[in-house]
């Protein structure tokens, strides 16, 4: 469990740093994701899964994960496009953090036994 606890702080940590580094330098224009995506554009969405791509184990190798097994991915730009394509085609229209809130993904790799306690914990979390 406490190797759980400790995998998701670290992301979130790593989540933190990663959009401080990326939008706090000035480097690039800020953008408000909780706009519609005909409001956002493609390229900037790209471009932040770019950079994202090139930089995430530079963060992972600092983080205090070294001993969980886990695995990562950052979504391509091919399914994200079929992603904003999908989305852009419906009627209601939906924040971009709402619709690519998974554009970084991490799998824990768990002992069966510690489902159930995993479990519990976050359904305490979320009451």
Do not use: W
């Given at each position: 469990?406490?190797?759980?606890?400790?995998?998701?702080?670290?992301?979130?940590?790593?989540?933190?740093?990663?959009?401080?580094?990326?939008?706090?330098?000035?480097?690039?224009?800020?953008?408000?994701l909780?706009?519609t995506?005909?409001?956002?554009?493609?390229?900037?969405?790209?471009?932040?899964?770019?950079?994202?791509?090139?930089?995430?184990?530079?963060?992972?190798?600092?983080?205090?994960i070294?001993?969980?097994?886990?695995?990562?991915?950052?979504?391509?730009?091919?399914?994200?496009?079929?992603?904003?394509?999908?989305?852009?085609?419906?009627?209601?229209q939906?924040?971009?953090?709402?619709?690519?809130?998974?554009?970084?993904?991490?799998?824990?790799?768990?002992?069966?036994?510690?489902?159930?306690?995993?479990?519990?914990?976050?359904?305490?979390?979320?009451?």
């Amino acid at each position: 469990m406490e190797k759980t606890e400790r995998l998701i702080r670290e992301i979130n940590q790593i989540h933190a740093q990663y959009s401080t580094d990326y939008f706090e330098t000035g480097k690039v224009e800020k953008v408000n994701l909780s706009r519609t995506l005909a409001n956002v554009p493609t390229a900037h969405i790209l471009s932040y899964r770019l950079n994202l791509h090139e930089a995430i184990n530079d963060y992972l190798f600092f983080a205090d994960i070294k001993d969980i097994h886990f695995y990562y991915r950052v979504k391509t730009a091919e399914r994200i496009f079929d992603k904003i394509n999908r989305y852009l085609a419906r009627q209601n229209q939906y924040p971009v953090n709402n619709i690519l809130n998974d554009i970084f993904g991490a799998r824990g790799i768990l002992p069966s036994e510690c489902i159930g306690e995993i479990f519990n914990a976050f359904g305490r979390i979320q009451r």
